[in-house]
């Protein structure tokens, strides 16, 4: 069974890039063909996806975001990364790391984003 872990970002000023950490175990994120994929939900809001990468490292950012938005991996690891960089200022939100794409098999358990000056 694959498990997800996100980081915790602690208290992140406005003009601060966010940057959160998926661990991944019980699976490869290298196995064809499964993505991985980042979802955000702001409080009272619906869930968000904001991209994905994929087993080969390619990757696909929601056209809203991908300005600001970058996802990485460390394959040694088993890890893969967001980063977004700042804009308007961010509001709070659960962010989540998933596998999947147009539909998600797994998610982990989310970390909440605090935006403070």
């Known amino acids: 069974q694959v498990q997800l872990q996100e980081s915790d970002p602690g208290l992140v000023k406005p003009s601060q890039t966010l940057s959160l950490t998926c661990t991944v175990s019980g699976g490869s994120i290298t196995t064809n063909p499964y993505y991985w994929s980042w979802i955000r939900q702001p409080p009272g809001k619906g869930l968000e996806w904001m991209g994905a990468?994929?087993?080969?490292?390619?990757?696909d950012y929601s056209p809203s975001l991908k300005s600001r938005t970058s996802i990485s991996r460390d394959t040694p690891k088993n890890q893969f990364t967001l980063q977004l960089s700042s804009g308007t200022p961010e509001e709070p939100a659960v962010y989540y790391c998933?596998?999947?794409?147009?539909?998600?098999?797994?998610w982990g358990q989310g970390t909440q984003v605090t935006v403070s000056s």
């Open positions: 998933t596998r999947g794409r147009s539909s998600i098999d797994d």
């Open positions: 990468i994929g087993y080969s490292g390619s990757t």
